[in-house]
């Protein structure tokens, strides 16, 4: 809705002088609160899953496993020796895991 900013104010008198019954009826006046969204517009800025990313290339530098991180034997993630839970097995499993 449009707001014309040159129209008069309404001071504080004004304002204290609604009745009850008048902002009760502007207030049933406004509608149900809703906003008409389009689908269309939405689905715009959504990428599906399976999109074609085949010309995206990535610039991610992988280091490999250091001397002082393991791989837990359970959730194949690389951790720090902090993290060792326990070894079964001959399998170390980080704390997370336990």
């Known amino acids: 809705m449009a707001t014309d900013y040159d129209s008069p104010r309404k001071t504080d008198e004004d304002i204290n002088e609604?009745?009850?019954?008048?902002l009760q009826a502007r207030r049933g006046d406004?509608?149900?609160g809703?906003?008409?969204v389009d689908p269309d517009e939405v689905a715009e800025g959504m990428e599906l899953p399976g999109a074609d990313?085949?010309?995206?290339?990535l610039a991610v530098r992988v280091l490999p496993r250091q001397a002082d991180e393991f791989t837990c034997s359970r959730c194949f993630l690389v951790h720090h020796r902090s993290q060792?839970?326990?070894?079964?097995?001959?399998?170390?499993?980080?704390?997370?895991?336990v």
């Open 18 to 22: 609604d009745s009850l019954q008048e």
């Open 34 to 36: 809703t906003i008409d």
């Open 84 to 97: 060792l839970a326990e070894q079964r097995n001959g399998g170390l499993i980080c704390k997370e895991c």
């Open 53 to 57: 990313l085949s010309g995206e290339e």
């Open 30 to 32: 406004k509608g149900t």
